[in-house]
Structure formats: C-alpha cells, structure tokens
C-alpha cells in the first residue's frame, strides 16, 4: 500500500466528537481496552491517495502517523506499535525476513516461527485480524497486515506452505517517511521489566537473609559504632562543606574560562548569561563531575558574573528587561591570557557520537541528528590503464593519492626511473600517450601523472558516519536553487536535489518556514513529473535564507550550491 509515493488530497484536524468515535472504532476493532489517546490532543485525519488510486485515510498524533484506515478497516502504525507493542497480536519471524518484506512481499508461512513464549498461546488471531510482525531478536514490531490463517490452523499445521500475512505497512516505507523516521526502541519493555523484577527480587532475599543472621547484641554493638561515628562527623562537618564549596569555586571558575576561551566567539556577542551558562559553561565540565552552582559560595551564576566584570575579564549590560547578557570579553586580560583550558571530550568519543547520529537498520538509513559528508574527488581505473593497477580491479574508483601511489610503484619496480625523466615502455605508453605519439620515448614525472590523470574518468565519494561510502559517476552533485515567477509576477524559490546529501525535505522545509516567515510546499516526485526528485518551494525569493540555512546549520559548503546568485541583490547606499 505504501511502498510508491503517494498523493495528500486534504488535511483536517478532528473535532471532540469525532475523536471518540475513533476511539470507538479503534476499541471494537483492533480488541484493545486502553486509550490511544486524550481527548485534548491534537488528531490530524489525512486523506491520501496511492499510485494506484486507492483512497486511504491516516490518523496523525504527537507527530507521527499512528493509525491508518483502508476500506473501513483501521491499522495501527509501526510508530504506535513502537509505544504500545501489544496493541494486536504478534508474529514472530527471523529478522533477515524483514528486508524482504520491506521489498514489498508478504510473510509465508515458513517464515513464521512458533515458540512456547510466542503470542500464539496467550492471545489467538482468527482469518483477517490486524496483527504486527517481529523478529526473533525484538518484541518491537517492524509491519503490519492482515492474518490469512488463524493461529489454531497455524498451528496444527504438518508442512507449513503458502502465504500467512498480507502485508500493508513496513517498517521504512512511505507512510513512515511522513513521520520524524525514528528507528525501533533498542530495548524490550518485557526484558527490562524482568531485569527490574529480578534485581528487587535479590535486594530483598539479601535483605531477608541479612536480617535473619543478626542477633541482638550486634544490632546493639552496631547502634553505638554509629553514635560514635555521628559524632566524628559533626566535628568534620563545617570542615568538609567549607573544602566542598571551595572545590566548586574552583570548578565554576574553571569551566567558565575554559567557556570563554574555547566556546565563546566575539562574533557571537551579545549573549544571554542564562544561554551561556546552559549551553557553554555546562558544556565544559569534566565527564567525571558535576557543577552545581548552589554548591559554591556564589549561589548564583549572576553573582559569580559580577566578580568577573571586577576582575576585568567580562562586560555585563542588560540587554532586555530582566535579562543580562555578557556584550564584551578582554581577551588580553592576564588572567584569561594565563588560564590552561579544560581537556575537551576526546576525538574518538566525539566520532561515536557523530556515528551515533545516523545507523542503518534493515538497510533503511535513519538520521537522528544531520552530520555533512565528506566530499572527495575520485577516479576511475579503466581497461586501458589498469595494467598498470597491481591488486585493484576495473573500474573501480581511487583517490588521487592512491592513483600517485600505484604509477610511482609501478615505475619502480620495472625501472623505469631516469633521474627526473620516466621511461615509456610498452603499457606506460599505451596508457598515457595517444596514437599519434609514438615518437615519445620518456616524459617527465609530472607529464606523466597530468596525462595519465586526464584520461581517467571522474566519480565523486560521499561518506556519511555510520554509513558507507556513496560513490556516483561524475562530478559532485550539488544543490539547485533557483528563482521562478508565477502568477501576478509572484516570485518563489525552489530548492532541488536534498536528497543527494541525505537532507530530509520535510525538515528543511519546516526549518524554512521559521526562518523566512513564507508559506513552504513539498512536492514529491511521483505526483510532479517535471522532476524526479522533492521540490521544496519557498513563496519569494529566499535564496539569502536558503544559502543561511544550508551553510549554517547544514554545514554544507557554497561550492555545492548551485544558484546563489538568483539572490536580490543588495541595494548600494549612496554616499
């Protein structure tokens, strides 16, 4: 049903009465007694149409597409499943099964796996009942569809034969690029339950058993070992708190300075105190402690902020009613200029952490946080030079580095180096000299790599953490971004081709819209045939905010973005 685009005829937002009946309608069907939602939240209905022109309605809540209607018959979506996974009965199946159905076949009966802890003994299905589909390794379903078997038959079944599911919902297909396209939860709620379960269970048999050994006299012996250690500590205590809030003053001060040296830019002044402190000072403190400011002697950020304007190392000036904000930093104040910042999160943790961002799974790439690739030049080995190529086969693609690399080695070990000059034999000829030039006897070191390099064709890599490298023919692709007049000699800005750097269109476009304060459409390939790839249109000439927003955020770089002298040009000021 969803596995081809699909076209968004209308959106409406369900009114009170409306939502009950759904309510209703989703109790007497799917068999499942607890709320699917409040009253009070918001519920888009959303009628679409498929590439086959079948009308299907989707419900949408919290973001995401969570029930869908084909034919009067409502479904639950993955993104439902992922909060309440008991919502229909379960089927069980081995998790490369999923990359299949993902393609778009329905789950056969063989693929079905029967175990004595399975759904099938505690919750029956009877022919055409909604149910999900999981793995053997997850409870968290992964599809949907309708059973074409019941779980009695299914299970009485000598040679299993024939299809089980039809199914009309996976996991990575079109109904779950509408929503955020998060991935499955990582852990059962079963599994932690239990391991919740069994570690009460041992604290209080330990508890028990504890309680069993000790006699009176040791709970007598205990209770005055405590006296005594009641009344060490008092005398302790001023002692410790006042080292305590040294210790803090020392890290406040420490984390600031590191903040201010390493965090904070000139170009980024003003700032807002509360921002600063959150996003930077925080920021800046060491994984093994913990700042709390009401710790120190200051108790208050403001205060501290204070004796640092004393100290010359800040200005302060209220930038809006109630709010401070840090307008000016000296950078050559002596004390700044002597502070050693803190040692920042080392490199390898930082590339876990960009690795994290974007995973694949099931091979559907999911991004929880947009991290720029890496763009390089590559070329192609092709027949002609590939003789040349020791271990690597044709047409594959190689840096410019290893391309160096594997000439000069070949050049050596047939001895074909004259002090600044190489010998043409035979397949070095061929490889870089043309038809006509047979009179070419030796070329210099870099006449050699200049013609070799010419005749090769170019690809380009893009390599994305956590991801392999996307290797294409051709240059680089870019970003198009141009500027079209429409009606009444209303303008408006399209921007092309996100998908070449896995930018997500329905996100950049909601990002647009905060930006340039203009109305944004998303067109998809399926339903425009003049391109064949998302359009986003910005209504006026946004290429400014466009480019601010690719480079900016995107850190993608202007060499990539193609168009960005359609932008107004700026007004020159007379003198």
Same mark, same amino acid.
């Given at each position: 049903?969803?596995?081809?685009?699909?076209?968004?005829?209308?959106?409406?937002?369900?009114?009170?009465?409306?939502?009950?009946?759904?309510?209703? $309608?989703?109790?007497?069907?799917?068999?499942?007694?607890?709320?699917?939602?409040?009253?009070?939240? %918001?519920?888009?209905?959303?009628?679409?149409?498929?590439?086959?022109?079948?009308?299907?309605?989707?419900?949408?809540?919290?973001?995401?597409?969570?029930?869908?209607?084909?034919?009067?018959?409502?479904?639950?979506? !993955?993104?439902?499943?992922?909060?309440?996974?008991?919502?229909?009965?379960?089927?069980?199946?081995?998790?490369?099964?999923?990359?299949?159905?993902?393609?778009?076949?329905?789950?056969?009966?063989?693929?079905?796996?029967?175990?004595?802890?399975?759904?099938?003994?505690?919750?029956?299905?009877?022919?055409?009942?909604?149910?999900?589909?999981?793995?053997?390794?997850?409870?968290?379903?992964?599809?949907? +569809?309708?059973?074409?078997?019941?779980?009695?038959?299914?299970?009485?079944?000598?040679?299993?034969? +024939?299809?089980?599911?039809?199914?009309?919902?996976?996991?990575? =297909?079109?109904?779950?690029?509408?929503?955020?396209?998060?991935?499955?939860?990582?852990?059962?709620?079963?599994?932690?339950?239990?391991?919740?379960?069994?570690?009460?269970?041992?604290?209080?048999?330990?508890?028990?058993?504890?309680?069993?050994?000790?006699?009176?006299?040791?709970? %007598?012996?205990?209770?005055?070992?405590?006296?005594?250690? !009641?009344?060490?500590?008092?005398?302790? &205590?001023?002692?410790?708190?006042?080292?305590?809030?040294?210790?803090? =003053?020392?890290?406040?001060?420490?984390?600031?300075?590191?903040?201010?040296?390493?965090?904070?830019?000139?170009?980024?002044?003003?700032?807002?105190?509360?921002?600063?402190?959150?996003?930077?000072?925080?920021?800046?403190?060491?994984?093994?402690?913990?700042?709390?400011?009401?710790?120190?002697?200051?108790?208050?950020?403001?205060?501290?902020?204070?004796? &640092?304007?004393?100290?010359?190392?800040?200005?302060?000036?209220?930038?809006?009613?109630?709010?401070?904000?840090? /307008?000016?930093?000296?950078?050559?104040?002596?004390?700044?200029?002597?502070?050693?910042?803190?040692?920042?999160?080392?490199?390898?943790?930082?590339?876990?952490?960009?690795?994290?961002?974007?995973?694949?799974?099931?091979?559907?790439?999911?991004?929880?946080?947009?991290?720029?690739?890496?763009?390089?030049?590559?070329?192609?080995?092709?027949?002609?030079?590939?003789?040349?190529?020791?271990?690597?086969?044709?047409?594959?693609?190689?840096?410019?580095?290893?391309?160096?690399?594997?000439?000069?080695?070949?050049? /050596?070990?047939?001895?074909?180096?004259?002090?600044?000059?190489?010998?043409?034999?035979?397949?070095?000829? $061929?490889?870089?000299?043309?038809?006509?030039?047979?009179?070419?006897?030796?070329?210099?070191?870099?006449?050699?790599?200049?013609?070799?390099?010419?005749?090769?064709?170019?690809?380009?890599?893009?390599?994305?953490?956590?991801?392999?490298?996307?290797?294409?023919?051709?240059?680089?692709?870019?970003?198009?971004?141009?500027?079209?007049?429409?009606?009444?000699?209303?303008?408006?800005?399209?921007?092309?081709?996100?998908?070449?750097?896995?930018?997500?269109?329905?996100?950049?476009?909601?990002?647009?819209?905060?930006?340039?304060?203009?109305?944004?459409?998303?067109?998809?390939?399926?339903?425009?045939?003049?391109?064949?790839?998302?359009?986003?249109?910005?209504?006026?000439?946004?290429?400014?905010?466009?480019?601010?927003?690719?480079? =900016?955020?995107?850190?993608?770089?202007?060499?990539?973005?193609?168009?960005?002298?359609?932008?107004?040009?700026?007004?020159?000021?007379?003198?």
């Amino acid at each position: 049903m969803f596995q081809k685009p699909f076209k968004i005829k209308s959106q409406t937002i369900l009114r009170g009465s409306d939502k009950k009946k759904l309510q209703t $309608r989703v109790k007497e069907q799917l068999k499942f007694d607890e709320g699917i939602f409040t009253n009070k939240e %918001e519920v888009k209905k959303v009628k679409i149409f498929s590439n086959r022109g079948d009308s299907c309605f989707v419900y949408c809540l919290r973001g995401n597409p969570m029930l869908f209607e084909i034919h009067e018959k409502i479904y639950p979506s !993955v993104y439902l499943l992922w909060e309440m996974n008991k919502v229909v009965p379960r089927i069980k199946t081995h998790p490369n099964v999923i990359k299949i159905l993902i393609n778009g076949a329905d789950l056969m009966l063989p693929g079905m796996v029967v175990t004595e802890s399975e759904d099938y003994f505690q919750r029956s299905f009877n022919l055409g009942d909604v149910v999900s589909i999981t793995t053997t390794s997850s409870n968290w379903p992964l599809a949907v +569809g309708n059973a074409l078997v019941t779980s009695q038959s299914f299970l009485e079944m000598g040679e299993r034969s +024939g299809k089980g599911v039809n199914v009309v919902h996976v996991f990575g =297909d079109h109904l779950w690029k509408m929503g955020e396209k998060t991935s499955p939860p990582k852990q059962d709620e079963e599994d932690e339950d239990e391991q919740v379960c069994l570690e009460v269970g041992e604290m209080t048999l330990n508890e028990n058993e504890d309680t069993n050994e000790t006699t009176e006299p040791q709970q %007598e012996e205990e209770a005055e070992e405590e006296e005594e250690e !009641v009344e060490m500590t008092r005398e302790e &205590m001023e002692l410790i708190a006042a080292n305590e809030k040294v210790l803090m =003053d020392n890290l406040l001060h420490d984390c600031f300075m590191t903040a201010i040296k390493t965090k904070l830019k000139d170009k980024d002044l003003p700032v807002l105190t509360s921002n600063f402190y959150r996003n930077s000072v925080l920021a800046c403190c060491p994984e093994d402690k913990h700042l709390d400011v009401k710790k120190t002697s200051y108790k208050k950020f403001g205060v501290f902020l204070k004796k &640092m304007v004393e100290m010359e190392v800040i200005r302060l000036k209220e930038i809006s009613k109630g709010s401070e904000g840090i /307008t000016a930093v000296n950078r050559g104040n002596h004390i700044l200029r002597s502070f050693t910042p803190l040692s920042c999160p080392t490199a390898d943790k930082m590339e876990e952490d960009v690795v994290a961002s974007t995973e694949v799974q099931y091979g559907i790439l999911i991004q929880n946080s947009y991290t720029p690739p890496e763009i390089s030049t590559l070329y192609r080995v092709t027949p002609q030079v590939h003789p040349i190529f020791q271990g690597v086969r044709k047409n594959c693609s190689l840096p410019l580095n290893e391309i160096r690399s594997q000439v000069t080695n070949y050049i /050596t070990m047939n001895e074909l180096k004259r002090d600044q000059m190489v010998l043409m034999d035979p397949i070095l000829h $061929r490889a870089v000299c043309g038809k006509d030039e047979g009179y070419i006897v030796q070329l210099p070191w870099d006449g050699v790599f200049k013609r070799l390099i010419s005749k090769l064709p170019t690809d380009h890599q893009l390599k994305f953490p956590g991801v392999a490298p996307i290797i294409g023919k051709g240059i680089p692709p870019t970003i198009d971004i141009s500027v079209e007049k429409r009606i009444n000699n209303k303008h408006i800005t399209l921007v092309k081709y996100l998908d070449k750097f896995l930018i997500n269109a329905q996100k950049f476009g909601d990002e647009m819209k905060k930006l340039a304060q203009a109305s944004v459409v998303i067109t998809d390939p399926a339903t425009d045939s003049k391109h064949n790839t998302q359009v986003v249109q910005i209504q006026g000439n946004q290429v400014r905010n466009v480019e601010k927003l690719l480079v =900016d955020s995107y850190n993608i770089p202007r060499k990539y973005l193609n168009g960005l002298d359609n932008a107004i040009k700026k007004k020159k000021t007379k003198r």
